[in-house]
């Protein structure tokens, strides 16, 4: 059990730090990201030069941009630390799992979605006034394919309550 949890505060740190990105070596361009071992790769390698190598901004854009893109990533990894003492609350239990302590670890993981549910919405009214939508959008795919990995990492390593 302790590897398991192990496995899953690596795999949940890995998305809290700064992640990089794979290039098409035909033809020098960033990869579609359909491929979800391929982007977590890159996100782990170098997060902000993944995106940036996805968007390519102007210099204007990317002025606007990256303040909104740096607060944003610190908003994630507030909620991925918190995230982390959460499943560690689980995962590393002496005492059997009671009722209560179940519905405290459920009203804190909701919590969290839902501070992050309100800095992705922030984000998005940021990014809407700040680049033009096709790119506003563009990046919040990619950050939705990101977070995606994410919740299955956690998904896949983390067990269901006794």
């Known amino acids: ?3 398991i949890a192990v496995a899953a505060l690596v795999a949940l740190a890995a998305f809290a730090a700064p992640i990089a990105g794979a290039q098409d070596k035909a ?3 960033p990869d ?3 491929d979800m071992q391929a982007l977590r790769a890159a996100v782990k390698a170098d997060k902000r030069a993944y995106v940036d190598s996805m968007l390519t901004l102007t210099s204007a854009e990317a002025k606007r941009f990256w303040p909104i893109y740096a607060a ?4 994630l990894e507030t909620s991925s630390r918190r995230r982390v003492v959460a499943l560690e609350g689980l ?3 002496d005492k059997v799992m009671t009722n209560t302590a179940a519905k405290n670890l459920v009203t ?7 501070a ?3 800095a992705r919405r922030r984000l998005r009214n940021q990014l809407m ?4 939508s096709l790119k506003a959008a563009r990046y919040l795919q990619l950050e939705d394919k990101i977070q995606a990995v994410r919740d299955y990492d956690v998904a896949s390593t983390v067990p269901l309550i006794h």
């Open 108 to 114: 804190e993981l909701m919590t969290i979605e839902e």
């Open 27 to 29: 033809h020098g361009r």
């Open 91 to 93: 995962l590393f239990r």
């Open 32 to 34: 579609d990201v359909t």
């Open 116 to 118: 992050e549910v309100k």
């Open 1 to 3: 059990m302790k590897r």
């Open 72 to 75: 944003y990533q610190r908003s």
């Open 129 to 132: 006034r700040a680049l033009p």
